[in-house]
Nanobody
Framework: QVQLVESGGGSVQAGGSLTLSCTAS??????????MGWFRQAPGKEREGVAA???????RYADSVKGRFTIAKDNAKSTVYLQMNSLKPEDTAVYYC????????????????????WGQGTQVNVSS
């Protein structure tokens, strides 16, 4: 069982930046192998994949955030980050961290965690 705890959400004006963090309760040697990802869910909308990073460091992004968001992973801290720049009002959502030992970044963004590993979510509000 892996527990995920997000932090770093908040309110920012359009064009601003925020960095989200997600720390996993997995041992470092297993955490290294995990594909980690971020999803978001805006009011009245389905949860959508935003970014993912594989155990090999490969990354994938949703088209809507390419060039603005960056995902990175610190294996020593069992933590994944989502650096969000040039934020837009449409980025407003609850952001969730997820993890999977078997799925690639592409499949994680499509299907989420096969073991149901999700954080509790952190709210991001972007005002115009």
């Amino acid at each position: 069982q892996v527990q995920l705890v997000e932090s770093g959400g908040g309110s920012v004006q359009a064009g601003g930046s925020l960095t989200l963090s997600c720390t996993a309760s997995a041992y470092t040697y297993t955490y290294t192998a995990y594909t980690m990802g971020w999803f978001r869910q805006a009011p009245g909308k389905e949860r959508e994949g935003v970014a993912a990073i594989g155990g090999d460091g490969s990354t994938r992004y949703a088209d809507s955030v390419k060039g603005r968001f960056t995902i990175a992973k610190d294996n020593a801290k069992s933590t994944v980050y989502l650096q969000m720049n040039s934020l837009k009002p449409e980025d407003t959502a609850v952001y969730y961290c997820t993890a999977d030992l078997l799925r690639s970044g592409r499949n994680l963004l499509l299907y989420g965690s096969s073991r149901g590993y999700w954080g509790q979510g952190t709210q991001v509000n972007v005002s115009s």
